[in-house]
């Protein structure tokens, strides 16, 4: 399936493009308070948020991968970006989100969290998600309980690049 276009009362999650590169590094991806928690590094260079981008793009067509970019219908600009990818180790997709430091407690990531769900539950058939947030980041739990998801156990992640480790605590929903 192509990655559709979801849309929520104030956001449309849109494929990314290579495009946005400019955007999204200089809303979010450059920014170490957004990168803190998230597995991926703060970017150092728009260079990098392309090459992000590229394999962003590249997945449209995979029915195991899912990227948007966030726009901010108000504004007309992304804000940020969110993803579902299959985990090998689970058999599930998981879930994740990250928006721009300046849009932090609206509510936003709760209705991104919110289209992902409903997206996978009436789209794709799911009847269970995962999801995590790093332990120092209760506010991406609350967004996690917000939408339906149970907390299950700690974990850990590695970064991407396998220089942090980061300390998650796990959430799982399941559909009846």
């Not at 989100?97 to 289209?115: D, N, P, R, S």
């Not at 156990?153 to 970064?159: A, Q, V, Y």
């Amino acid at each position: 399936m192509i990655t559709p276009r979801l849309e929520t009362e104030r956001l449309i999650l849109r494929p990314l493009k290579i495009t946005d590169a400019q955007v999204a590094y200089d809303n979010w991806t450059s920014d170490p308070d957004v990168s803190k928690y998230m597995r991926w590094n703060t970017n150092k260079s728009v260079e990098e948020t392309k090459t992000w981008l590229t394999g962003a793009s590249a997945s449209i067509h995979s029915d195991k991968a899912y990227d948007w970019g966030i726009e901010l219908k108000e504004i007309d600009e992304l804000i940020g970006s969110s993803a579902m990818y299959v985990r090998n180790d689970e058999g599930v997709f998981e879930l994740g989100y990250c928006i721009m430091k300046k849009y932090w407690g609206m509510g936003l990531a709760t209705e991104v969290a919110q289209a992902m769900v409903n997206f996978a539950i009436n789209e794709l058939g799911q009847k269970k998600l995962f999801a995590v947030h790093e332990k120092k980041n209760p506010a991406s739990g609350k967004v996690l309980e917000k939408v339906g998801f149970i907390y299950q156990s700690d974990g850990t992640d590695k970064s991407f690049d396998g220089t942090r480790t980061l300390i998650n605590r796990e959430y799982i929903l399941t559909v009846e």
